[in-house]
C-alpha cells in the first residue's frame, strides 16, 4: 500500500474522528476535510475491488462522468436524505462542493498520480 494519497485519505479521516470523539474542534477541517476526501477513497476502494475482482487494467481511469455521479449520489444520500431520516446529521451546501470537489481531485490529481507509479512500475519490470 504505497500510496500517499491513501494514507492522506485515511489518516485525515481517523485524526479528524479521533479529535471529534475528543471534543477539540480544528476549524475547516473538522467541518469539510472528511468530507473532500470521502468520493477519493471510496473511488480507490472501488478502483481496487475491481482491479482484483474483474481485473480491470492497471491503466484504468474511471471517468470524470462516473466520479461526478457518485459525488451526486453522496450528496443526496448524506445531505439530503440523512437529515430528513436522523437527528445528527445536517444538511450543508459546503457539504456537497467538497464531495465534488474530492471527485475533481481524484480525478485530476489522483488519478494521474496512480497510472504514472503503474507505468514507472511496469518498466522498472523490464
Not at 436524505?81 to 481531485?105: K, V
Request: net charge neutral.
Amino acid at each position: 500500500m504505497n500510496n500517499p494519497f491513501i494514507w492522506f485519505y485515511a489518516l485525515s479521516w481517523i485524526i479528524i474522528r479521533y479529535t471529534r470523539n475528543q471534543g477539540t474542534i480544528i476549524p475547516y477541517l473538522n467541518n469539510w476535510l472528511t468530507d473532500f476526501v470521502f468520493v477519493p477513497l471510496i473511488a480507490h476502494v472501488a478502483y481496487v475491488v475491481g482491479y482484483f475482482l474483474i481485473q480491470l487494467p492497471a491503466d484504468y481511469k474511471i471517468p470524470l462522468g462516473q466520479l461526478l455521479v457518485m459525488a451526486g449520489l453522496t450528496t443526496v444520500i448524506f445531505e439530503v436524505l440523512c437529515p430528513i431520516y436522523t437527528t445528527y446529521n445536517t444538511a450543508d451546501p459546503i457539504d456537497a462542493l467538497c464531495y465534488f470537489l474530492g471527485a475533481i481531485w481524484y480525478y485530476a490529481i489522483h488519478q494521474p498520480y496512480m497510472l504514472f507509479r503503474n507505468q514507472k512500475l511496469s518498466l522498472d519490470s523490464i
